[in-house]
């Protein structure tokens, strides 16, 4: 059973940085894609960004430019590197892989907090 491990979340003040990691059981070279989603209470799940086996990038908007995410295959390690949060920053966030044609997985999630 593959399971993803998130670390690297805690309390932080408005302008300073985290960086998450995403460990995998297994080499994450077999996942075709991997992702980093938050959600916060009462919202739905928010894709935040993501990242393909070739290394292709993605990331929304409201975060360019602040967040990064990276894949290092030798560690089976994913990383959301974090910079100048933001009190909306506040949030759960959780690792995703997923594995054609049709095997997905998810992270428990670690708590980001961003005091302002």
């Known amino acids: 059973q593959v399971q993803l491990v998130e670390s690297g979340g805690g309390l932080v003040q408005s302008g300073g940085s985290l960086r998450l990691s995403c460990a995998a059981s297994?080499?994450?070279?077999?996942?075709?894609?991997m992702a980093w989603y938050r959600q916060t209470p009462g919202k739905q799940r928010e894709l935040v960004a993501t990242?393909?086996?070739?290394?292709?990038?993605n990331h929304i908007n409201s975060v360019k430019g602040r967040f990064t995410i990276s894949r290092d295959n030798a560690k089976n390690t994913m990383y959301l590197q974090m910079n100048s949060l933001k009190p909306e920053d506040t949030a759960v966030y959780s690792c995703?892989?997923?594995?054609?044609?049709?095997?997905?997985?998810w992270g428990q999630g670690t708590q980001v907090t961003v005091s302002s």
């Open positions: 297994l080499s994450i070279s077999s996942f075709d894609m």
């Open positions: 995703y892989a997923f594995e054609a044609p049709r095997f997905a997985y």
């Open positions: 990242i393909t086996d070739a290394g292709t990038t």
